[in-house]
């Protein structure tokens, strides 16, 4: 009996060596044909079913069906999402720990800024600003990493290295810019890349080598970066340009949860949700926090920064 199965997660020849194997030597798999977005088996019905035939391929983090699957666009998704908060009840709670995290981080702010620098305005008016990026920063990535681990599916290569470069690539980028705009270039580009290549391995691991290598040279790449953009603005209204900066980094990693959703959870029935709670969540961001300010204050400071 011929059938054929759609899979639009196969994109490269990695996948179909990895889906090869599935089926080879499989019993009651007679012949079989990985296309692009597709499988075409020819199997005896009598000793393995059509649905083995889906697991097989659900075993490694690949979607399948034998309908061909339909792909909402922005407009379908955010009618969905506002509609059905149900469906989307893990991206309501990572949206309402973000923004909580975000605004209870300024209380132990406020406290160490009121006892340990009795209420020095100059301080205040030198760091308020990177203050408020830092916490938006911490929080943003915070909350793509948070529903990255909310859900617990077999990641495909590609997907994973995506991961591991987005996150990787980001978290270096706005910590090395705001580093390095408080610090200067050495501790801006040291601090950016250790966070960011750190960050990028331990969330691009889900795949193997492939994605640790893709989440620590992107980690370099944005660790390096941040520090040069916050410098080489430094007299040419850098705070003017910050909040676009800031919001084209939260539309990245808001982005990586969006493609994440549809090409990992949505239609996957292998997927298990085992999010943090928000205890564990705010003192990740608050311990995050607390390390990067203490740097950006008492860290060296090189004639190049601006506070």
């Given at each position: 009996?011929?059938?054929?199965?759609?899979?639009?997660?196969?994109?490269?020849?990695?996948c179909?060596?990895v889906?090869?194997k599935?089926?080879?030597?499989?019993?009651?798999?007679?012949?079989?044909?990985?296309?692009?977005?597709?499988?075409?088996?020819d199997?005896?019905?009598?000793?393995?079913?059509e649905?083995?035939l889906l697991?097989?391929?659900?075993?490694k983090?690949?979607r399948?069906s034998?309908?061909v699957?339909?792909?909402?666009s922005?407009s379908?998704r955010?009618?969905d999402?506002?509609?059905?908060?149900?469906?989307?009840?893990?991206?309501?709670?990572?949206l309402?720990?973000?923004?909580?995290?975000?605004?209870?981080?300024?209380?132990?702010?406020?406290?160490?800024?009121?006892?340990f620098f009795?209420?020095?305005p100059a301080?205040?008016?030198?760091?308020?600003?990177w203050v408020?990026?830092?916490?938006?920063?911490v929080v943003?990535i915070?909350a793509?990493i948070?529903h990255?681990?909310?859900y617990?599916?077999?990641?495909?290569?590609m997907?994973?290295?995506?991961?591991?470069?987005t996150?990787?690539?980001?978290s270096?980028?706005?910590?090395?810019?705001l580093v390095?705009a408080t610090n200067?270039?050495?501790?801006?580009?040291?601090?950016?890349?250790?966070?960011?290549v750190?960050?990028?391995?331990?969330?691009g691991k889900?795949c193997?080598?492939?994605?640790?290598?893709e989440?620590?040279?992107a980690?370099?790449?944005?660790g390096?970066?941040?520090?040069?953009i916050?410098?080489m603005m430094?007299?040419?209204?850098?705070?003017?340009?910050?909040?676009?900066?800031m919001l084209?980094n939260?539309?990245?990693?808001?982005?990586?949860?969006?493609?994440?959703?549809e090409?990992v959870i949505?239609?996957?029935?292998n997927v298990?949700?085992k999010p943090?709670?928000?205890f564990?969540?705010?003192?990740?961001c608050f311990?995050a926090t607390?390390i990067l300010?203490?740097?950006?204050i008492?860290?060296?400071k090189s004639?190049?920064?601006?506070?």
């Open positions: 009996m011929k059938k054929t199965i759609y899979c639009p997660d196969i994109t490269c020849e990695s179909v060596k889906l090869t599935q089926f080879q030597n499989r019993k009651g798999v007679q012949s079989f044909f990985i296309g692009n977005s597709a499988i075409d088996v199997y005896n019905p009598e000793i393995i079913k649905e083995d697991k097989l391929i659900h075993e983090g690949y399948a034998f309908s699957f339909g792909r909402a922005f379908e955010a009618k999402f506002m509609t059905n908060k149900e469906k989307y009840a893990l991206e309501y709670k990572m309402t720990y973000a923004a909580a995290s975000f605004l209870l981080l300024f209380a132990p702010q406020f406290l160490i800024w009121h006892i009795n209420h020095d301080t205040l008016t030198k760091y308020i600003w408020f990026y830092l916490n938006l920063s943003t915070g793509a948070w990255y681990h909310a617990k599916a077999q990641i495909t290569h997907i994973g290295m995506m991961v591991g470069m996150i990787g690539m980001v270096g980028l706005l910590v090395g810019t390095g200067g270039m050495f501790m801006g580009t040291l601090v950016g890349l250790l966070f960011g750190t960050i990028g391995a331990l969330n889900c193997g080598i492939m994605g640790i290598m989440g620590m040279m980690g370099v790449m944005g390096t970066m941040g520090p040069m916050s410098l430094k007299y040419d209204y850098l705070l003017l340009f910050m909040p676009l900066f084209v939260m539309i990245i990693l808001w982005g990586l949860s969006y493609m994440l959703y090409e949505e239609e996957n029935p298990e949700r943090l709670d928000f564990t969540f705010f003192s990740f311990l607390i300010l203490a740097i950006m008492f860290g060296y004639p190049l920064g601006i506070a």
